[in-house]
C-alpha cells in the first residue's frame, strides 16, 4: 500500500516563482494537511481539509493556498515563493473529520527557495 | 495555544543502553502520541494513547500517558543503531483540537 505519496520529492524555485505540491492517499481518510518543519522548529500546520470540500487555515499559512481536488487528493500551492519557504514539507492524512485522530505522513518534499 | 515541550534537542547514546524521552505541558490533553522520523522520510506513528495512566508498549519501546495528562514519556531498550531519528511527541488537548507537536529530540546511538 502506497498510503500518501507527495510529489515532487525535491525542488529548486526562484524568488517570485509558483508552484504546486501535490498529494495523494489511498486510504480512503476524510482529513488530509500540509506541514512545515524547519530546523528547531518541528512540524507546524499550514492548511487542513477536515473534509472534502472543507479547508482551513492552520498555524503558518500566509504565502499558500491549497486545494481539496477530491477525497484522495489535496495540493499546496505557493503562488510567489519566497525564501522564507525554503523547507520541508509534509502531507499527512487521517481517518476521521474530527481533529482528534493518528496522522499518517507522506514522504516529504525538500523546497529551496533562491 | 498548546505547546509540548521536549528536551533536550538531541541524545546521544551507547548501542545497548535504554533511554528516555519525555514531553510536558502546562496544558491537559486527552490524547498523547508518539512518532519517530528517519532521514529523508515522514514521521511514523510508534504509539497512541488515549487514557491517563495507560502504559503502552511496541516492541522494545515503551510509552505512558501521564496522570496529569500533562505529560507522556517515551522509553527505548537495547537500543541498536536503527534507532537513530527524530522523535516527537504530539497531543490533542480535546476532541476537535489540532494535533500539537513537541520539536523533537534527535537520538544518535554510537556502535
Known amino acids: 500500500n502506497a498510503g500518501v505519496t507527495q510529489t515532487p520529492k525535491f525542488q529548486v524555485l526562484k524568488t517570485g516563482q509558483s508552484m504546486t505540491l501535490q498529494c495523494a492517499q489511498d486510504m480512503n481518510h476524510n482529513s488530509m494537511y500540509w506541514y512545515r518543519q524547519d530546523p528547531g522548529m518541528g512540524l507546524r500546520l499550514i492548511y487542513y481539509s477536515a473534509s472534502e470540500g472543507t479547508t482551513d487555515k492552520g498555524e503558518v499559512p500566509n504565502g499558500y493556498n491549497v486545494s481539496r481536488l477530491n477525497k484522495r487528493e489535496f495540493s499546496l500551492r505557493l503562488e510567489s515563493a519566497a525564501p522564507s519557504q525554503t523547507s520541508v514539507y509534509f502531507c499527512a492524512s487521517s481517518q476521521t473529520g474530527a481533529l482528534n485522530e493518528k496522522l499518517f505522513f507522506g514522504s516529504g518534499t525538500q523546497l529551496s527557495v533562491l | 495555544g498548546q505547546q509540548l515541550n521536549q528536551s533536550p534537542q538531541s541524545m546521544f547514546i551507547q548501542e545497548g543502553e535504554d533511554v528516555s524521552m519525555n514531553c510536558t505541558s502546562s496544558?491537559?490533553?486527552?490524547?498523547w502520541l508518539w512518532y519517530k522520523q528517519e532521514p529523508g522520510e515522514g514521521p511514523v506513528l510508534l504509539i497512541a494513547?488515549?487514557?491517563?495512566?495507560e502504559l503502552t508498549s511496541n516492541g522494545r519501546l515503551t510509552a505512558q500517558f501521564g496522570i496529569t495528562r500533562k505529560d507522556s514519556f517515551l522509553n527505548i531498550s537495547a537500543s541498536i543503531p536503527s534507532d537513530v531519528g527524530i522523535y516527537f511527541c504530539a497531543g490533542h488537548t480535546g476532541a476537535n483540537s489540532k494535533l500539537t507537536f513537541g520539536k523533537g529530540i534527535t537520538l544518535s546511538v554510537r556502535p
Open positions: 496544558s491537559i490533553f486527552n490524547t
Open positions: 494513547l488515549y487514557k491517563a495512566g
